[in-house]
Structures are given as structure tokens and as C-alpha cells.
């Protein structure tokens, strides 16, 4: 279609299309419009629409801009777009460049779409407005019970027993903050995590984290099991430690030997024609029952690791890097002897 000599048959053609169509000359004239497009014109922005007329003068700003790109070259779209008069309905534009010169603009109404999506952000906003003001005001009941429960442990007046009972209410308080603290780094991981993924080497990252949790846990021994000198690339951000250090910081808090042993081995697997780095971290705790084994990734699980969002965390994390994680028993068949926890990442390029 070219913009020149809309005759009778061309016009009826456009007329017969229900979404809204005009069409500018090279110059910002407009060369062609439709029925839909005169009727948007007449209700969501109080103008008879006329050939000849100076788009730049006579349009919605945002419909002007369109076209002009489009004239240029270069596509252009908007997405619940609102037309100058009209605040309650909203259109799905399109431009794009015709041939002879000039640019043709697509207006399709999506109100009701529209209408739906903002009022669900307005309620994920409302939620989000609840969840921010009902974990401030429990960590500051949790503060003053804290207090109460540490001037309490000061007081000599306590037998061993009143002593224990405090110690496992001081223990709940911290949990119950660890609990809100994990709930809010959900909320920013999923928002967040994967849109601004980065080439990082996986040894690094997991020399790195072995380190922090060998300084947190002394008496952790966590061994590499591959040289750390070559490099091994994923593409990820900053939120990949939380995936090695939450499963190393499990594997030694549910391992009841003085000693604590872990051990992590990487490897390059291939899945699905996909190349992936394979990283292993295998424990000597009290293992994890078949049935439960899947459970313990799910959002909110109580299972033997017991309750919150740590191992949620990690799975939403892989999932955003688009690898995978599972476990399996340490000695097949036997959950007893301890677990291998395994995360699968995409290899970046090397």
C-alpha cells in the first residue's frame, strides 16, 4: 500500500477493518484514515479527523511521535495507551513505515485488558504495602520481646530449666526474624533476579562462598574437589550465592558430628542438547526421606529441614538462571548417611 490515491476500492478495504487506521504522508499529512479511526478521533479526543491535516498540530502527542518514527524507519509500539480525552479507555498502538514514503498507525482498543492488568498491580501493590507494614511492626514486638527475654536471662534468680525454656524463646524470636527477612528477599528475587544476568566464573563463586561459611562455621570442612585456577563460566548475578552458601549453611547445621563435612565437586553435564556446569555438594547430616525430598523446594514447606523459605529461595533462583536443583541420598538408598544436593546452570561462554 503506498500513500498516494486512496480511491474508492482502497478506502473500502480500511473501512472494513475494525481496529483504527491512519495513515501519514512523509510529510505529517494525513494521507488515509478509517471509520474506527474517525470515530476513536470524535469520542477519545474531541477532533474530526480530515486529509491534509497537520499531524504534529492536530494529534494525541504520543500517536504524532509514533508516526513520525515510523516515517523514519523504525516501528513503533505502545501499550495501554491512553488518547487525550479519554482517561477510561485504552488502545494498543502500532506504526510502521509503508512503501512510497510515510507510515501507517494500528490503534486496537484493549480497555478491559488493561483495566485487569493495572488492577492487579494495584493489588500486588496493596499486598506488598501489607506484607512491608506487618513485618516492621512484628520485628518491632520481636525487639521488645527480645529485650524482655535477654534482662530475664540476666537475672540471677533463674534454675537451669527456666534458663532453657528462655534460651528456646530467644531462639523463636530469631527465627521469627530470619523468617521476615527471607520472606522480603523472596519478594526482591523474583522481581529482581535473572534480568540482569553477567558472565561469572563458578569457581569463584564458590570459593568464595565455601569461605564464608567456613568463617561463620569453624568447624566446617568443606573441600573442592576441582581446580579453581580454571575458570568455569554461567551467566548469573549477585543472588547466585545465596544458592551455594544457603546449601552449604544446611549442611552443617543439620549435621550432628563434631565435625562438619562437605563436598563440593563441579563437572560440565549436558541436558536437553544444553551444555551445563553440575555443581555437587554432598553432607554427612541426617539426610533428607524420599518423600519428602522433592517437598523441601516447595514455597512455605515444613519438612525435616525444617520450616521457612530458604530452600524456596534457591530453587526460584536456579529457576531464574534457568538451570535446575535436586537431591539424592549421600549412599544410595540410605537418606541416613547424609545428601548430595545438586544445581545444574547453563555454562556461559567462554
Not at 534468680?157 to 527465627?175: T, W
Not at 558472565?199 to 561459611?213: A, G, K, P
Amino acid at each position: 500500500m503506498t500513500c498516494k490515491g486512496y480511491g474508492d476500492g482502497q478506502q473500502g478495504l480500511l473501512d472494513n477493518i475494525p481496529a483504527g487506521i491512519i495513515i501519514a504522508d512523509r510529510h505529517m499529512k494525513v494521507a488515509a484514515f478509517n471509520n474506527a479511526w474517525s470515530e476513536i478521533c470524535r469520542e477519545c479526543m474531541g477532533k474530526k479527523m480530515e486529509r491534509g491535516a497537520d499531524i504534529s498540530a492536530s494529534m494525541d502527542e504520543e500517536v504524532a511521535k509514533m508516526l513520525a518514527q515510523a516515517i523514519h524507519g523504525k516501528k513503533a509500539e505502545a501499550s495501554c495507551h491512553q488518547l487525550e480525552k479519554a482517561k477510561d479507555r485504552y488502545f494498543d498502538l502500532i506504526a510502521v513505515p509503508v512503501m512510497g514514503g510515510g507510515a501507517m498507525l494500528m490503534a486496537v482498543e484493549s480497555t478491559k485488558r488493561c483495566q485487569e492488568m493495572k488492577a492487579l498491580e494495584a493489588a500486588k501493590s496493596e499486598a506488598e504495602f501489607y506484607v512491608d507494614l506487618m513485618s516492621h511492626d512484628i520485628r518491632n514486638f520481636n525487639q521488645v520481646t527480645m529485650g524482655y527475654i535477654e534482662l530475664l536471662q540476666l537475672s540471677g534468680a533463674l534454675s537451669d530449666v527456666e534458663r532453657a525454656y528462655l534460651e528456646k524463646a530467644r531462639k523463636g524470636v530469631i527465627d521469627s526474624n530470619k523468617l521476615i527477612d527471607n520472606i522480603k528477599k523472596v519478594r526482591l528475587i523474583r522481581q529482581f533476579a535473572g534480568k540482569k544476568l553477567a558472565r561469572m566464573d563458578l569457581c569463584r563463586i564458590l570459593v568464595e562462598d565455601s569461605r564464608e561459611v567456613g568463617g561463620v562455621f569453624p568447624k566446617a570442612r568443606i573441600s573442592l574437589g576441582f581446580d579453581a585456577k580454571e575458570p568455569r563460566y554461567i551467566m548469573a548475578d549477585e543472588y547466585v550465592h545465596e544458592i551455594f552458601r544457603h546449601i552449604m549453611e544446611n549442611a552443617v547445621k543439620y549435621d550432628p558430628h563434631p565435625e562438619k563435612l562437605i563436598d563440593v565437586t563441579l563437572k560440565p553435564v549436558k541436558r536437553d542438547g544444553r551444555d551445563y556446569w553440575s555443581v555437587a555438594i554432598a553432607d554427612h547430616g541426617t539426610g533428607i526421606p524420599d518423600e519428602k525430598k522433592s517437598a523441601i523446594f516447595e514455597r512455605m514447606s515444613r519438612t525435616t529441614r525444617g520450616a521457612g523459605v530458604g530452600l524456596s529461595i534457591v530453587s526460584v533462583i536456579v529457576g531464574k538462571y534457568g538451570g535446575r536443583i535436586y537431591v539424592e541420598d549421600r549412599v544410595k538408598g540410605d537418606p541416613s548417611q547424609g545428601s548430595v544436593f545438586t544445581v545444574e546452570l547453563p555454562r556461559g561462554s567462554e
